[in-house]
């Protein structure tokens, strides 16, 4: 379990992290998603205590990290930018990590056999692929079997088997029980791998949502209709909460009712239909509306102050 | 599904220990070894410390014949035997630096400080088994020069001075003892400034660079304050004569690792409150 209480990070006038709250739940993936910049790897390098927070706090399994007698059996992780000296071979790597919890060498050559290193594992590992380097860090995060795994875009390099790979791993995990936190910038990945999703944007929580809310919410209530009287229809459908996109000539997108609510509302005005479609919006279109709108807010905050 | 879905499980770990500092003191060992740098470097300035005792033993009895009384005079064995340590120290630094800054250079001191996140340990382990093993490798190294550059001179006669003579055997290993602390210096200047090219520039603007400029002061404040440099207060531990305007071998050795304990301290307080 990973709790954050206003997790604030200034890295001098920029603010990385702006006061996140959140708890990562045991048992199930929890997909750590936000464009790139968001803030998602300062915040697991706060998690680790690699950084100190500015304001705010966050624990693992109930301690800070730093005061775990033994982190590696609390937490796994796998960090986004290279973290091996790229002279030394993923074998010498594990085990000077193993070593400093007593972790036997055996353990070292499950996790090289476990994540397909066997060839290469005598090998510097400055000469791996990035595909190969992500499994070396997946070796790593997994070394000390720990009650919390936490990923920072493990799939980033890896084949579509290597990625298969990891999204079943992460299941497996979170179905015995531990806590598995991932970050994405890709919500197709999350939507596969993810049952719920932390999202944010600018370093500041836009969503805390289960994968299916996030999926329901989002794909709600856009629908096209073509009409041959597009003006009319527009009367018709106008209220508060809607609002329309033009699509083709004659079409019309309607978002914020349902696809009963806009034949309803046609009938009772005598519109003609020609269409009446609800849309799915892909994830990765909703994911991108979510942080657009934060984004956008930020600009106007700017212009605002300007 | 009809896909084969191959389920990856991750096997248990019966076996829990917990951060402890020989198990750091044993993950910075495997560290050290498991690069090429070291081995090279180590290599370097074992051969170095030998190699240049030698070479001048010859150069000196080639022309012992032809040289001025004058000249013949100013050769010293302890300045044959030790030429080696001057250059050694210069290996070993570099690979001091290196230990700790090539792994703020490859990322892998966010790998160290995950798995060791009190970070202390980290620095004391990595001080203590370079200062092993530098140890370890000069003490031989200095004797080896010592009674090689002898068995040569020996073969003319000339320049014999005896192991067993006052102020020889300390001189020879304090060759030792200065080249390992030149180690511990380098390795936290490394983790002052966290970076290789800075950290060596560092060490050799203070060992290199800064005692000729001395010489640009006034000879009454030059005579003031060189004794007291760094390098200066380091080469009593292998200095035989005892020089007007240095310090004796005890209390040079003594700053010198003054010096090298303020360096650790605030390397020590940096670790613990940068980020990484």
Redesign the interface.
Known sequence: MIEARELTKDYGEKRAVDGLSFTVQPGIVTGFLGPNGSGKSTTM?LI?????PTRGDVTVNGHH??D??????E?G?L?E?????????AY??L???A??????KQ?VL?LID?VGLHDVARKRSGQFSLGMGQRLGIA?A?L??PKTVMLDEPVNGLDPEGIH?VR??LK??AA?GRTVFVSSHLMSEMALTADHLIVIGRGKLIADTSVDDFVARASQKVVLVRSPDVERLRDALAGADVTFEPAERGALEVHGLTAEQVGAAAAAAGVVLHELTPRQASLEEAFMNLTRDDVEFAAELQEAVA | MSAVTPTVKLPRLDVTGRVTFPHVLLSEWTKLRSVRSTKWSLGVGFLLTIAFPVIFAFATTAHWGSMSPHDRADRHPLDIALAGVNVAQLAIAVLGVLLISAEYSTGSIRSTFTAVPKRLPVLWGKLLDYAVVSIVLMVPAVLISFFASQAILDRHHILQISFSQPGVARAVLGGALYVMLVGIFALAIGAIVRNTAGGIAAFAAIFFVLPPLMFVLPQSWNNAISQYLPSEAGRQLFALNHAPHTLTPLAGGLLFAGYCAAAILIAAVLLVRRDV
């Open positions: 390098r680790l205590g690699l950084d100190a990290y730093r775990h007698a033994a982190p590696l059996h937490v992780a960090l930018a290279r973290s091996v000296h790229t002279g030394r071979s010498n790597h085990l000077a990590l070593q400093t919890h007593g972790i036997p353990r499950e476990l790593q997994l000390g079997d790979w079943n791993l497996g995990l015995e």
